[in-house]
């Protein structure tokens, strides 16, 4: 009865592709677009991401991610440095400047300067060039998205000249970090070059990267430094989803990632179900057949069950490796750098094709069970 049931729905090309195709695209478009959307709130926390030798990051009580901060006094570092359970504590500066390039072109920038003496702060891979090219005067790494944004493709900007707050800033490095979530050009260097670089105000310091000591976890840390000095401190992992948080509260990405998958969904149902409920009727004489040959109704819903299934799974596989071809063709994109697909989300995908072929099923089984064997003689 099975083989039959096989045979029934790929007997009827035009209908079976159109199945086919209509769950690989509903398929396509879920994962596709959860897999966007993790991935773009993630770049929330990519200057979390990029500072990974900092167990707890230091902030005024206001300060809520990287990029949406209140700058401290100085005093702060030797507050924080003062508390037990600190191994060392380095200033940290973030902060956004113009630069004139040579062409006359102006670009926004972020500037994030970092200690001068151990260059925490740093990403942990260069792209080319190495680190410590910093220490000679006006030095600047500029990171890998920003060579895109800033250079034409194929020119190197190794030795080239920018102005920065009317100051010479040289980029003598290219550093392997996790773009923003604006993908905005990124300058590093040390922290008292920094100052230079960003506007003056009275409190420039951003934040405090801690080291924590052997045997004190990063949360009782963070505890304690926020007892002893006031400020708020959070771990690495806690302040990466404050980053997270931040961009799901403040912007309408969820709800509008969320409306595509819901039409994603809605799609899938209406291809399939129309599609399959017109094979359901062309056949009807066929399953008319079965019931006068003392077919039971059981039977005939174990091979409309096959048939919904064996659509489904080679549906849900074409639009899962066309989720994959996707990513892959845009991996060489500065915007899809680092983009991933979440082993969650193809089963979040499986689940809605699961839900799309129990309904389209069902509707279409119910035709099914209401033919009479004697339709078949009509």
Do not use: C
Request: net charge neutral.
């Amino acid at each position: 009865m099975l083989w039959i049931a096989i045979r029934m729905l790929t007997g009827d090309r035009q209908k079976f592709y159109g199945l086919l195709f209509g769950i690989a695209f509903s398929t396509l478009l879920i994962t596709q677009q959860l897999t966007i959307f993790v991935n773009l709130v993630e770049r929330g926390a990519s200057g979390v991401y990029n500072v990974p030798t900092a167990d707890v990051w230091v902030m005024d009580a206001v300060s809520r991610t990287t990029d949406v901060n209140f700058a401290m006094p100085s005093t702060a570092l030797d507050k924080v440095r003062g508390v037990s359970g600190v191994e060392w504590a380095v200033p940290h500066l973030r902060g956004s400047a113009a630069v004139r390039t040579q062409e006359g072109d102006l670009e926004g920038v972020n500037i994030i300067g970092v200690d001068d003496a151990t260059l925490i702060g740093l990403p942990k891979n260069m792209v080319e060039g190495r680190t410590d090219v910093l220490a000679q005067p006006d030095s600047v790494i500029i990171d890998d998205v920003g060579v895109s944004n800033l250079f034409e493709d194929g020119q190197s900007p190794i030795g080239e000249r920018l102005e920065l707050n009317d100051q010479r800033a040289i980029i003598r490095g290219v550093a392997d970090s996790i773009p923003s979530f604006t993908s905005q050009v990124v300058l590093y260097t040390k922290y008292s070059q920094a100052l230079r670089y960003v506007p003056g105000t009275r409190n420039r310091m951003s934040f405090v990267l801690v080291g924590a000591a052997d045997g004190v976890s990063p949360s009782a840390l963070a505890a304690h430094i926020t007892e002893r000095t006031g400020l708020r401190a959070r771990t690495r992992d806690e302040f990466a989803q404050d980053g997270v948080d931040f961009i799901i509260q403040n912007t309408g990405i969820p709800i509008n990632f969320g409306i595509t998958v819901v039409l994603g969904f809605i799609v899938g149902v209406a291809i399939v179900g129309l599609t399959f409920s017109l094979f359901i009727r062309d056949n009807i004489k066929q399953f008319g057949a079965l019931k006068a040959i003392g077919v039971t109704n059981r039977k005939i819903a174990g091979m409309v069950g096959v048939q919904a299934s064996m659509v489904g799974l080679i549906g849900y596989g074409l639009g899962v490796l066309g989720t994959v071809g996707f990513i892959n063709a845009f991996s060489a994109n500065p915007t899809f750098k680092g983009f991933y697909i979440p082993w969650q989300i193809p089963l979040i995908s499986l689940a809605a094709m699961i839900l799309i072929i129990v309904l389209t099923g069902w509707i279409a089984l119910r035709g099914v069970m209401k033919t009479e064997p004697a339709a078949v003689f009509r």
